[in-house]
T-cell receptor
Framework: AQSVAQPEDQVNVAEGNPLTVKCTYS??????LFWYVQYPNRGLQFLLK??????LVKGSYGFEAEFNKSQTSFHLKKPSALVSDSALYFCAVRLRMDSSYKLIFGSGTRLLVRP | GAGVSQSPSNKVTEKGKDVELRCDPISGHTALYWYRQRLGQGLEFLIY????????KSGLPSDRFSAERTGESVSTLTIQRTQQEDSAVYLCASSQGTQETQYFGPGTRLLVL
């Protein structure tokens, strides 16, 4: 079965420090990979995606993610965290050959950036 | 332009009642998705519409759930005889094509008492 794992329920980091939010996936084919962010009482906002090409993908708000095929991972990173980055982050995968193109989501990781 | 909009933003209903949730996709987006987000969990796929093709209903949890879409515009998700376990945030997303990024609406928070 296709699945996405976000092993950390919460990540705590001090403002100005680098942050990493982990994501691993298990799919039977080549995936498209996504990160979304959810602020309180708001919908999901798209951050970045990996389709093909360069394994390092840059997205909104200074975030980036690295696709690692051998480790089946797509960790989200930012060199210097801001308090305003505190939110719920979701990793998602979509199969290239899935005719419905639906997204399969991880359970989410809450990022808390302290001043 | 305007993003995906959903209404109502909140809905409280009694067990056994029917509810209708509405989604207005981004103009020009041909694909539309419904997802459910239970408290503290990730999103679960419910149903997918693409143009005039038959919808993918594989994620609907029971026959109490149904959805319609008129052309490439508004979609309505209907839950009949609501149960307490239906309480969740229902999110709609649309994309320009099936292989494009999905953009999400703010969701409808449903509470079944």
């Amino acid at each position: 079965a296709q699945s996405v794992a976000q092993p950390e329920d919460q990540v705590n980091v001090a403002e100005g420090n680098p942050l990493t939010v982990k994501c691993t996936y298990s799919v039977s084919g080549n995936p498209y990979l996504f990160w979304y962010v959810q602020y309180p009482n708001r919908g999901l906002q798209f951050l970045l995606k990996y389709i093909t090409g360069d394994n390092l993908v840059k997205g909104s708000y200074g975030f980036e993610a690295e696709f690692n095929k051998s480790q089946t991972s797509f960790h989200l990173k930012k060199p210097s965290a801001l308090v305003s980055d505190s939110a719920l982050y979701f990793c998602a995968v979509r199969l290239r050959m899935d005719s419905s193109y639906k997204l399969i989501f991880g359970s989410g990781t809450r990022l808390l950036v302290r001043p | 332009g305007a993003g995906v909009s959903q209404s109502p933003s909140n809905k409280v209903t009694e067990k056994g009642k029917d509810v209708e949730l509405r989604c207005d996709p981004i103009s020009g987006h041909t694909a539309l998705y419904w997802y459910r987000q239970r408290l503290g969990q990730g999103l679960e796929f419910l149903i997918y519409f693409q143009g005039n093709s038959a919808p993918d209903k594989s994620g609907l949890p029971s026959d109490r759930f149904s959805a319609e879409r008129t052309g490439e515009s508004v979609s309505t998700l209907t839950i009949q005889r609501t149960q307490q376990e239906d309480s969740a945030v229902y999110l709609c997303a649309s994309s320009q094509g099936t292989q494009e990024t999905q953009y999400f609406g703010p969701g409808t928070r449903l509470l079944v008492l």
